[in-house]
């Protein structure tokens, strides 16, 4: 058990030899097998096994759902925000968390990743519960999209309720595993696409990034003067359990990885899987009840009507999809040759037997980041109209490592 437990703490792969792994720390694992039973895959990917990284095109396997997507109706905002710093102002730049990435053709892959967050254990009891504390470099300044967002439901006539900003899971003893839900949450959009590949201390410093998102969300919402009085009563309820991760002082110590590598097998789970249309032979009950889509926040511009809002783009379900049971062939390294965008030769000699942990990841890939759309080009891309567009007006916030677009035209080649 000590050994096992060493390989926990001690978990950076440095390489895979036959038969033993090397530790970044000098320190040699010698077994006739290895179970990656990992989010990562780092050591699948050291042992020569093939992966991906992103979403596949919906045209590699026949899907609908993968890929860029054309619309996203869940997880939306439902009234619109302005994105410019500078309300109405492209020229002043863009609001943090807003992103100036290229759109894509609807249906096609990218190297994007389903957004990380952090899982909450609050609690509501006064007995049990830990202050909010706000990240060491906080600045309310970074929700200001969060805060129009929640000035415009206002002004909308609607009064937002905190359930409409995060999704608190009960768990025994009054605690919970809070989720994201909704057009701004704990889901940090964006800020995890050099996770999957990246080495220790990228991950280290992604980890810590997502920790002060979300701990600033939370403060922001208790603290705020442009937070409705009713939800911010109301976060000032929550705290972290006082009794759980007693090292870290009542916050997770994992983030929520929802997918990073993903490896190529003998056989793919697909939509078709997920919609009940395809089934294999070796079947393997499914370890989670349903499937969920987590979508990431962009802004589109509405440039010919000089109005602008933010959108979420990425979602992957048409309420059809159902988790069904899995092939165990799905989790055998492919001994075929690599394709694009695929890791590493594949093959069966490697020893490593990778572990079904996270069926969320079996359904359409989920896009990641804030984005300016142009909204009229976006309905051309929808329609299959053929046009022409001059070159992108591209801007860059160094700061956030958030992009924006916008285009000079509002048509775009199908």
Known sequence: MSNILELIQDREVRRFEPGQIVMENGKVYRAKM?????YEGDLMAKAGVGYTVGREPNAKYGETLNGIRAQTPKHQFAVPVDPFVKRGD??????????????????AGDRSVQAYNIRLCST???A?????????????????????????????GRKPVLDDFWNPIWMPNGKTDINNNGGFSTDFIGANYDYPEGDYATRARICQAHEDYVRGFVYFVVTSSRVPENMRKEMQTWGPARDEFLDTGGWPHQLYIREARRMI????MTEHNCR???????????AEPDVGFPVPVVGKILEELAA???????EGDDGELRVQPGSGNAVAPQPGAEDEGQHGPGGHDAPVELALHDFEALAARRVLGHRVIDEQARQVEQAGKPGDHEDDMQRLDPQHRYFSRRRRKSTLAA
């Open 276 to 286: 009940g249309q395809q089934q294999h032979r070796d079947l393997v009950e499914p």
């Open 124 to 126: 509501r009891d006064p």
């Open 308 to 314: 602008v809002e933010v959108v979420r783009e990425g």
């Open 265 to 268: 097998s003998d056989y793919v």
């Open 34 to 38: 290895f179970i990656d039973a990992t």
């Open 90 to 107: 492209p020229g002043s730049g863009l609001l943090p968390f807003v992103q100036n990435l290229e759109l894509g053709s609807p249906g």
């Open 128 to 156: 049990n519960r830990l202050p909010n504390t706000p990240p060491t470099k906080y600045d309310p300044a970074n929700y200001e999209l969060l805060a129009r967002y929640l000035e415009a439901l206002v002004a909308a």
